[in-house]
């Protein structure tokens, strides 16, 4: 039974494998096939100036599928490009960055791929962003103190004051004195302390603006 598990499991790694180096590959084809889907739907508006007109009508189909096409494949290219990131960084510089850069990219990719698409289906992207503009004003208020946090996490990121895995100390009045743990996770909206009886989450922000110090060794450590 032992003989027959073993070929059966280098095939499933050997399969794996393969799927991780094609996983890139695919995402390149489907930006490829956004960049093709987003020239042709706008060589296809030289021959009209607005949808639902009554000239035109085949040019119209041309440029409104390969609108539709164009959004598809740029979010399965955004989606697989930061996933491919992702497990690249991973290895070199840690989960944490790692996620970052993933979102980061998402972000970014998205919001392209939304103002790109609107623009070939020839909706005034101009009033939209104004619009949303004042909105992003109100959220931003509304969520002061989650976005501080978050940027506070990619300050804490990139400026690595501590790692996962070190004994620190925290001192800051917002935190009432002292707090002193091991870094178990770096998130974005937390960093996580096992304090040896229970696990703490301190908010980023608080992190940021805390003296941040190794913990004293105990007679045990030494």
Same mark, same amino acid.
């Given at each position: 039974?032992?003989?027959?598990?073993?070929?059966?499991?280098?095939?499933?790694?050997?399969?794996?494998?393969?799927?991780?180096?094609?996983?890139?590959?695919?995402?390149?084809?489907?930006?490829?096939?956004? @960049? %093709?889907?987003?020239?042709? +739907? &706008?060589? !296809?508006?030289?021959?009209?100036?607005?949808?639902?007109? *009554?000239? /035109?009508?085949?040019?119209?189909?041309?440029?409104?599928?390969?609108?539709?096409?164009?959004?598809?494949?740029?979010? @399965? %290219?955004?989606?697989?490009? +930061? &996933?491919? !990131?992702?497990?690249?960084?991973?290895?070199?510089?840690? *989960?944490? /960055?790692?996620?970052?850069?993933?979102?980061?990219?998402?972000?970014?990719?998205?919001?392209?791929?939304?103002?790109?698409?609107?623009?070939?289906?020839?909706?005034?992207?101009?009033?939209?962003?104004?619009?949303?503009?004042?909105?992003?004003?109100?959220?931003?208020?509304?969520?002061?103190?989650?976005?501080?946090?978050?940027?506070?996490?990619?300050?804490?990121?990139?400026?690595?004051?501590?790692?996962?895995?070190?004994?620190?100390?925290?001192?800051?009045?917002?935190?009432?004195?002292?707090?002193?743990?091991?870094?178990?996770?770096?998130?974005?909206?937390?960093?996580?302390?096992?304090?040896?009886?229970?696990?703490?989450?301190?908010?980023?922000?608080?992190?940021?603006?805390?003296?941040?110090?190794?913990?004293?060794?105990?007679?045990?450590?030494?």
């Amino acid at each position: 039974m032992h003989l027959q598990d073993g070929p059966q499991l280098d095939l499933s790694a050997k399969v794996a494998k393969v799927k991780a180096r094609t996983r890139p590959w695919k995402s390149i084809i489907a930006l490829a096939f956004a @960049i %093709a889907a987003g020239v042709t +739907s &706008g060589w !296809a508006h030289h021959d009209f100036r607005h949808f639902f007109d *009554a000239e /035109h009508v085949p040019s119209q189909i041309i440029a409104a599928a390969t609108a539709a096409a164009f959004c598809a494949f740029a979010c @399965i %290219a955004t989606y697989g490009l +930061s &996933g491919a !990131a992702r497990s690249v960084l991973e290895r070199r510089t840690g *989960a944490s /960055h790692a996620a970052v850069v993933r979102y980061v990219l998402l972000l970014a990719g998205g919001f392209t791929t939304l103002v790109i698409t609107l623009l070939l289906f020839s909706v005034p992207v101009g009033q939209l962003l104004v619009g949303g503009a004042l909105a992003s004003v109100f959220i931003g208020i509304a969520a002061q103190q989650a976005l501080s946090n978050v940027f506070a996490g990619i300050v804490l990121l990139l400026a690595h004051p501590f790692r996962v895995g070190d004994a620190i100390r925290l001192r800051a009045g917002a935190l009432g004195g002292q707090i002193e743990g091991t870094v178990t996770e770096i998130g974005i909206t937390y960093v996580r302390l096992d304090s040896g009886g229970s696990i703490m989450s301190v908010p980023n922000s608080q992190v940021l603006n805390a003296v941040v110090g190794p913990a004293p060794q105990t007679p045990e450590d030494s």
